[in-house]
């Protein structure tokens, strides 16, 4: 039971460049989150998605898109990458009624964004 | 719209000693409220959460947090802390009965001084 993970760990992108990062969970939850983390700003909402095919916008969508094709996979693309892209990603994951639910988190990727 | 302030970014303690970390939030119906740590390197992880009932929830690690709704607070404490408990903590909210997402707050950082 690997719980959330995350791939790749690491990546450094020039500007306009694309890239996809994928999260998967052997939980068999519903919902999938995917946050960024940037100093000061605490952890924000891009998207999520409710179940298989679902997906939803969170706080700070813009750049990046999703896809739930899976239940147990949440891919986060970046079309046309940016330096303000710089940060950690976390994705998450949660079952039952999630607004009282623990989310248990991937462990991350870096990217940088040059 | 539901909002978390966690006004100290940094908080230095020695070792043993006690400490309070703040938490208020804003939300115009109820809450669920959350504390998640996040170690250095990792993702987050659920510390404790209140969700209704007694208003003092505890962790497993000897940590507590007291929901004070007149105050709009769910500050967490601990009365001896240790080298290990280095890390950055995050407030969290969510609003019961379908908003199936937690807002954040921007962290703090607690640093254990030996």
């Known amino acids: 039971n690997a719980g959330v993970t995350q791939t790749p760990k690491f990546r450094v992108l020039k500007t306009g460049q694309s890239m996809t990062l994928l999260c998967a969970q052997d939980?068999?939850?519903?919902?999938m989150y995917w946050y960024r983390q940037d100093p000061g700003m605490g952890l924000r909402l891009i998207h999520y998605?409710?179940?298989?095919?679902?997906?939803a916008k969170g706080e700070v969508p813009d750049g990046y898109n999703v896809s739930r094709l899976k239940k147990q996979n949440f891919l986060l693309g970046l079309e046309s990458a940016a330096p303000s892209q710089t940060s950690v990603y976390f994705c998450?994951?949660?079952?039952?009624?999630?607004?009282?639910?623990?989310?248990?988190f991937g462990p991350g990727t870096r990217l940088l964004v040059l | 719209a539901q909002s978390v302030t966690q006004l100290d970014s940094q908080v230095p303690v020695f070792e043993e000693a006690p400490v309070e970390l703040r938490c208020n939030y804003s939300?115009?119906?109820?809450?669920?409220l959350f504390w998640y740590v996040q170690y250095p390197n990792q993702g987050l992880q659920l510390l404790l959460k209140?969700?209704?009932?007694?208003?003092l929830v505890e962790s497993i690690n000897g940590f507590e947090a007291e929901f004070n709704k007149s105050q709009t607070s769910f500050h967490l404490r601990k009365p001896s802390v240790h080298i290990s408990d280095t890390a950055e903590y995050f407030c969290?909210?969510?609003?019961?009965?379908?908003?199936?997402?937690?807002?954040f707050g921007t962290g703090t950082r607690l640093t254990i001084i030996p």
């Open positions: 939300s115009s119906v109820s809450v669920y």
């Open positions: 998605s409710v179940g298989e095919g679902t997906t």
């Open positions: 939980m068999n939850h519903e919902y």
């Open positions: 998450a994951s949660t079952d039952g009624l999630a607004s009282q639910e623990t989310q248990y």
């Open positions: 209140y969700l209704s009932g007694s208003t």
């Open positions: 969290a909210v969510s609003e019961p009965g379908g908003n199936e997402k937690l807002t």
